[in-house]
T-cell receptor, first 116, second 110 residues
Framework: DVKVTQSSRYLVKRTGEKVFLECVQD?????MFWYRQDPGLGLRLIYF???????EKGDIPEGYSVSREKKERFSLILESASTNQTSMYLC???????????????FGEGSWLTVV | GEDVEQSLFLSVREGDSSVINCTYT??????LYWYKQEPGAGLQLLTY?????DMKQDQRLTVLLNKKDKHLSLRIADTQTGDSAIYFC??????????FGSGTRLQVQP
């Protein structure tokens, strides 16, 4: 089974702090994603990466950056946390192009971030 | 970009059928997906349908696709309390990512 592990389930940070959310996958997947989940808004894509050191902006990249130095690890960075970044963050990974032979995305358990 | 819409809430009684609906704007997605999210957990793939199919059945789950109306539905037969969760439909976004709907929270009453 694919395993996507997010290192922190619950975090509380102060406004202005730099925050790192870490994610590791164990299936040699080339693609990794960070989504944000808010009630009534569903999942919104922040950034994704299709290879080491490669990244693409999603729909809401403002206020975030990412790092992928190794294939199995994808980090989401909040340079200066703000209260409107309080949310559930979901990391995911996938192999190849989505929609080919039913390829899909596998999710971690999520990280609940509260910014106070 | 792709718009994917779902109603936010559905309540059914245990043993009844549940039907969760999804409408979308972009019809280029080869596969359309349903994910389930249980409380406090990440999303799990529930089922998917290939875009040239109208229906797919998998045990208690039936997926219906109406390409003309850009409408996708998930029917759960004999709904159980363990089916209480949030259900998301998802379509391809570009070549590698998925776009998700807002999610439908299914509440099953005993």
């Amino acid at each position: 089974d694919v395993k996507v592990t997010q290192s922190s389930r619950y975090l509380v940070k102060r406004t202005g702090e730099k925050v790192f959310l870490e994610c590791v996958q164990d299936m040699d997947h080339e693609n990794m994603f960070w989504y944000r989940q808010d009630p009534g808004l569903g999942l919104r894509l922040i950034y994704f990466s299709y290879d080491v050191k490669m990244k693409e902006k999603g729909d809401i990249p403002e206020g975030y950056s990412v790092s992928r130095e190794k294939k199995e690890r994808f980090s989401l960075i909040l340079e200066s946390a703000s209260t409107n970044q309080t949310s559930m963050y979901l990391c995911a990974s996938s192999l190849g192009l989505v929609g080919t032979k039913g390829n899909t995305i596998y999710f971690g358990e999520g990280s609940w971030l509260t910014v106070v | 970009g792709e718009d994917v819409e779902q109603s936010l809430f559905l309540s059914v009684r245990e043993g009844d059928s549940s039907v969760i609906n999804c409408t979308y704007t972009d019809s280029s997605s080869t596969y359309l997906y349903w994910y389930k999210q249980e409380p406090g957990a990440g999303l799990q793939l529930l089922t998917y349908i290939f875009s040239n199919m109208d229906m797919k059945q998998d045990q208690r789950l039936t997926v219906l696709l109406n390409k003309k109306d850009k409408h996708l539905s998930l029917r759960i037969a004999d709904t159980q309390t363990g089916d209480s969760a949030i259900y998301f439909c998802a379509l391809k976004r570009g070549r590698r990512a998925l776009t998700f709907g807002s999610g439908t929270r299914l509440q099953v009453q005993p």
